[in-house]
């Protein structure tokens, strides 16, 4: 059975794609800071196949035991989808907040390259699959976006993954959602996609035949 190591788990697509990839036959390693969210939803998955790993994606120490504990549970790691991320509420950089930006780059952009790191070893062991959550906003234009430019940073640095692993026959996808609506905004997105819609194209990703690499899948509402 393989595993996916999900960072960002407690809420939101990382939820979201815990329970899409319990459905495909997955064991999931769920990390999050929120180990209270995290408890409920391997409550709701099954203790079998679901694995709760708090964890702080900013801090590397706190990555790699939450892979460890993942190995040490499920015996590999298989995907590893760096999904945490945070927003700002400040606006570009006149307006903007540098103890936003502090977050927002130790979270959105050290946090995903460490994910990458802690857990590098199983992944290419497995011959898997990495999986980095940018954004639209990381492929479009968004005037004064300092949050875009952290995206823009995961678009980059996916991109250059992708062909460092390539020939280690791992696959790198950037998710590049256009807004879904979920926590990381205070108010209801009614218009938004769901965050089960972008678990799908993270499902449709790792589900394509070996020889097969979806590098990039930019999901948008049609209204948007
Ligand atoms: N919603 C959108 O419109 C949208 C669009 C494009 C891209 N995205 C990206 O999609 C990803 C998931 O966002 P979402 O919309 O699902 O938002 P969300 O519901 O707010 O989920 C964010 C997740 O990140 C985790 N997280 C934040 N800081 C963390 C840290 N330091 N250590 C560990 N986990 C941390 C949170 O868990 P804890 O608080 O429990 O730690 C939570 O599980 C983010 O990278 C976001 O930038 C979102």
New binding site residues.
């Given amino acids: 059975m393989k595993t996916m190591f999900i ?9 979201a794609t815990a329970k899409r990839a319990v459905e495909a036959g997955y064991n999931v390693a769920l ?4 180990k209270d ?1 995290l408890d409920g939803l391997v409550e709701e998955l099954g203790t079998e196949q679901a694995l709760a790993v708090s ?4 801090d590397f120490a706190s990555q790699q035991q939450a892979a460890k504990a993942a190995m040490e549970r499920f015996g590999s790691i298989d995907v590893a989808f760096a ?5 700002a509420s400040g606006s570009g950089t006149a307006g903007g907040k540098p103890e936003e930006w502090d977050k927002m780059v130790r ?2 952009v050290l ?1 995903v390259i460490y994910t990458v790191k802690a857990t590098h070893e199983a992944v290419i062991a497995a011959r898997g699959h990495f999986l980095i ?5 990381g492929r479009k234009i968004i005037p004064g976006s300092v949050y875009g430019a952290t ?1 823009w940073a995961m678009s980059g640095y996916g991109a250059n993954l992708r062909e460092e692993m390539r020939d280690k026959g791992v696959k790198v996808t950037l998710i590049e ?4 609506n ?4 205070d108010d209801p ?1 009614p218009d ?1 996609m769901a ?1 089960d819609d972008v678990a799908r194209a993270v499902i449709y990703a790792i589900s394509q035949p070996e020889n097969v690499l979806a590098g990039e899948i930019w999901v948008e509402p049609l209204n948007r």
Avoid: E, H, L, Y
């Fill in positions: 960072t960002g788990a407690s809420s939101g697509i990382g939820a990390a999050a800071r929120s969210k964890c702080d994606v900013t999904n945490a991320g945070v927003g979270t959105n946090g959550t940018s954004s639209g906003a995206k959602p256009g807004m879904v979920t926590p990381f905004f997105k938004a965050a």
